[in-house]
Structure formats: C-alpha cells, structure tokens
C-alpha cells in the first residue's frame, strides 16, 4: 500500500501535465530525474507552469472574442445609423 502511494506521489508532476503540450517530456524527465528530488520539484514547478500557460492562452482568446462582438456591434450601430440619414 505505502508503494502504491509514493508511486501517486512521485508521478504527481506528470498527473498534473496529462493531455498538456510536453507532457510526454515532462514524463521522461519526471521518470529520471524525479529520484534527485531537485529533479521531482523541477518538474512539478514545470508541469504548474504548462497549466498557468494553458490559462492564460484561455484568457488571451475570450478576451480577443469579446473585442470581436464589441466591434461587431458597434458596425452594426454605426451601418443603421448612416442608413437612417
């Protein structure tokens, strides 16, 4: 059982970058140089970051897609106003 668990704990770094870009490097790093212990917090500080990346890419779109609509409605305004004069 205690095997089972530092398992989960030492493959913690590469749980939290499943399905992120380098995920599969971040697993090889995590595999051999996790035991160095510098290596295991290296990567978990690496796999956090790809998440804060994913995020703020995220952010970076909806933020991009709401300037959008705004300059969307504001051509529509702007094309009734001038057909109404």
């Known amino acids: 059982m205690a095997g089972i668990v ?10 939290i970058s499943w399905n ?25 500080l690496w796999a956090l ?3 804060r990346q994913h995020a703020l890419i995220i952010a970076q779109e909806k933020k991009k897609k709401k300037q959008d609509r705004k300059e969307a409605k504001r ?11």
């Open 75 to 85: 051509k529509i305004l702007l094309d009734t106003d001038s057909a109404d004069l």
């Open 6 to 15: 530092l398992l989960f704990v030492y493959f913690i770094p590469s749980i």
């Open 49 to 51: 970051n790809i998440n």
């Open 20 to 44: 992120k870009k380098n995920s599969k490097f971040l697993l090889v790093c995590n595999l051999f140089m996790g035991w160095t212990g510098i290596g295991w917090f290296i990567s978990l």
